[in-house]
C-alpha cells in the first residue's frame, strides 16, 4: 500500500532564505508526483508535476526533484517571500491507469518578514 | 478559461440529513475526481468519475454516491450524515481518467452538527 509522507509538519524560516520540503513514499513505482500549494481553507493549486521519467522541474523560484529509487522528492524554493507562506501538499499518482492521487499530509510553511 | 467550480461555498447541516455538492471540471476536461480533506490532514481520494461512470473509489462507505452528467460536471451526495464527514470536500478534474495533471476547484466546506 503507497503511504506517502511529508517532513516536517512545520517550518519557520526569515525572509530571503532558500528552504527545501522533503516528500518520501513506500513503494517507487509510481506515475507521477505532483507538488500542491494550498492557502488555509482554500483549494489546491497545482506547482509541478514530474513524471516518472524525469529526475526535475523547474518553475520560477521552485525546483522539484525525485529520485524514484529512493522514494523521495523534494521542493526547493529559493529566496523565500512572506507570501510563500502555505500549506505544502506532495501527492502521487500510482499508475497510469488511475487518476487517483496519494497525498502526504502537508508542510506548513511560514515566511517571517 | 474558467477553471474548477463547486458549489456552494459552505454547508452546515445537522447529522442524519442528505446533502449534495456540485462541482463544474475546467473547460476541456471530461474526468472528476472527488476527495475528502480532513483539517490538518491531506485530501483523501474518494471516488473519480468518467463517462458518466465510477471508474474507481476509495475506501469510502456507500453513503458516498456520485454522478456525472453529460456536460461532464459532477455531483456527490452524502446519506446519513455523521460528525466526522465535516471536512473541506475538493473537486479535481482533469482530461481523460488517467495519471495526468489534475487541477482543483476551492472547495466546499461542509460542517455537521
Known amino acids: 500500500k503507497q503511504e506517502v509522507t511529508q517532513i516536517p509538519a512545520a517550518l519557520s524560516v526569515p525572509e530571503g532564505e532558500n528552504l527545501v520540503l522533503n516528500c518520501s513514499f513506500t513503494?517507487?513505482?509510481?506515475?507521477?508526483l505532483q507538488w500542491f500549494r494550498q492557502d488555509p481553507g482554500k483549494g489546491l493549486t497545482s506547482l509541478l508535476l514530474?513524471?516518472?521519467?524525469?529526475r526535475e522541474q523547474t518553475s520560477g523560484r521552485l525546483n522539484a526533484s525525485l529520485d524514484k529509487s529512493s522514494g523521495r522528492s523534494t521542493l526547493y524554493i529559493a529566496a523565500s517571500q512572506p507570501g510563500d507562506s502555505a500549506t505544502y501538499l506532495c501527492a502521487v499518482s500510482p499508475s497510469s491507469n488511475t487518476g487517483k492521487l496519494i497525498f502526504g499530509q502537508g508542510t506548513t510553511l511560514q515566511v517571517k518578514p | 478559461d474558467a477553471g474548477v467550480t463547486q458549489s456552494p461555498t459552505h454547508l452546515i447541516k445537522t447529522r442524519g440529513q442528505q446533502v449534495t455538492l456540485r462541482c463544474s471540471p475546467k473547460?476541456?476536461?471530461?474526468?472528476v475526481s472527488w476527495y475528502q480533506q480532513a483539517l490538518g490532514q491531506g485530501p483523501q481520494f474518494i471516488f473519480q468519475y468518467y463517462e458518466e461512470e465510477e471508474r474507481q473509489r476509495g475506501n469510502f462507505p456507500d453513503r458516498f454516491s456520485g454522478h456525472q452528467f453529460p456536460n461532464y460536471s459532477s455531483e456527490l451526495n452524502v446519506n446519513a450524515l455523521l460528525l466526522g464527514d465535516s471536512a473541506l470536500y475538493l473537486c479535481?478534474?482533469?482530461?481523460?481518467?488517467?495519471?495526468?495533471?489534475?487541477?482543483f476547484g476551492p472547495g466546499t466546506r461542509l460542517t455537521v452538527t
Open positions: 514530474i513524471q516518472s521519467s524525469q
Open positions: 513503494d517507487s513505482a509510481i506515475y507521477n
Open positions: 479535481a478534474s482533469s482530461f481523460g481518467f488517467r495519471g495526468y495533471e489534475q487541477y
Open positions: 473547460s476541456g476536461h471530461d474526468t
